[in-house]
């Protein structure tokens, strides 16, 4: 836009929220993976597509309509209208949400707590929405975190408190520390958000161990966990996953947030929320929170798109409502990337030297999940990926995006979700070689 073009309004004047980092973040991102298409994407944390199939999304759409019909009893006409007309607020595919989490994650949940949404990233919506009450509320966060959360926050006016993540995936001494400084404020800290599985994008994943003590202190300190698990699946070995939080749950202490984006297909835009949690109104109890969550839904996107629902709900059914089953395929080919790139950063940096004040280049090996950090002795910022884009072709995340603050970050988050391992090859030589050469201008 030239500035003598005229304008009718002024981002100054609209919500705050726009123009913040936090919602430019992904646009941004995503901007620069087009304007280098020849580049290799260790950027995007999207599933793999090779394993996309249209005739699948037909007979699994054709599946969950029989099974309306055939295993619920529905007329033909309504099953016919629970596909195609306006429906349920809370979705209509949520006692198979209930039942895949019994099957997988061993979590009994009533299906009127679960509300089905658009995508994982409306359910954060709803609940940052609900659960901001007035001025002095406040949300922890484990940091980094995930920015679709950063942004939704931003989006309801709840200020964002960092926890530290660290080793163990949540340090709790800061968890307790930022709820008493919280409170000593006068603010009010209305819950944690954290992924306790492979997390994005430190790749953390939290033990069984400490998930017990986090809900001992979520107990003790009166504190909602908002868990957030969209790869908890993808795990390299083949021991016993740790339950998640909210089978460990016996106090209504964790809201759960669901997605179907990498177990199923990104484009349902399907996910869901359990919430459990009772609340009472001026006369007495009115439901759990779920129905709160929907009241908020029915004025943002009325209801998830029922043909959307069905094709998850069909894929469910396909596989005995077990999502491990149905992804057998998909996490044998992430674990052989994540294997394949940690080897092959271990080929590119081997025997780095610790020099001077200066840390040599590191990186995470996670025990699943699509991402791995690395941490380089130099500023790591969107100039740096520009450049990496356009001079040397290969795509990467500055951890920078994951911090609510401009300090500087010396690291970047790999993906290997949406790459092959030829790819991973191609794109590993090339970062290599931009380390390299950062290396020695930093080092002269
Ligand atoms: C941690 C986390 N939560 C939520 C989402 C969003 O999920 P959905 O696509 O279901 O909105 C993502 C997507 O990458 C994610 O990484």
Known sequence: MSAAEPVDLTV????????????????????????????????????????????????????????????????????????????????????????????????????????????????????????????????????????????????????????????????????????????????????????????NPSGVSIDTAHRQRLLDLAAQEDLLLLEDNPYGLFHSDDGPRPPTLKALDTGRRVVYLGSFAKTVLPGARVGYVVADQRVAGPDGPVGPLADQLAMIKSMVTVNTSPIAQAVIGGRLLEHGCSLVAANTRERSAYTRNLRHLVAGLTRRFPDQPEQLDRPAVRWTVPAGGFFVVVTVPFPVDDALLDRSARDYGVLWTPMAHFYDDTAPVRALRLSVSAVTPEQIDVGLDRLAALITDELTRWAG
């Open 12 to 199: 100054a004047d609209l919500h705050p929220a726009l123009g913040d980092p936090a919602l430019t973040s992904m646009n941004f991102l995503n901007e620069v993976s087009e304007r280098y298409p020849a580049a290799v994407s260790l950027a995007a944390g999207r599933p793999y597509e090779e394993f996309f199939d249209l005739a699948a999304v037909h007979r699994h759409l054709d599946t969950f309509h029989r099974h309306l019909v055939d295993d619920l009893g529905h007329r033909p006409e309504q099953a016919r209208r629970l596909l195609l007309q306006y429906g349920r607020t809370k979705g209509i595919v949520h006692h198979l949400i209930a039942r895949n989490l019994a099957v997988d994650e061993g979590i009994t949940v009533d299906p009127e707590d679960v509300v089905v949404t658009v995508g994982c990233q409306e359910a954060m919506f709803l609940v940052l929405r609900a659960l901001r009450a007035g001025p002095t509320d406040v949300l922890l966060a484990v940091a980094p975190t995930y920015v679709g959360l950063t942004g939704a926050a931003r989006l309801v006016d709840l200020p964002v408190w960092p926890v530290a993540g660290g080793p163990t995936g949540i340090d709790l001494a800061d968890l307790a520390a930022q709820v008493h400084r919280a409170r000593a404020a006068g603010l009010r800290p209305r819950a944690c958000y954290l992924m306790p599985d492979f997390a």
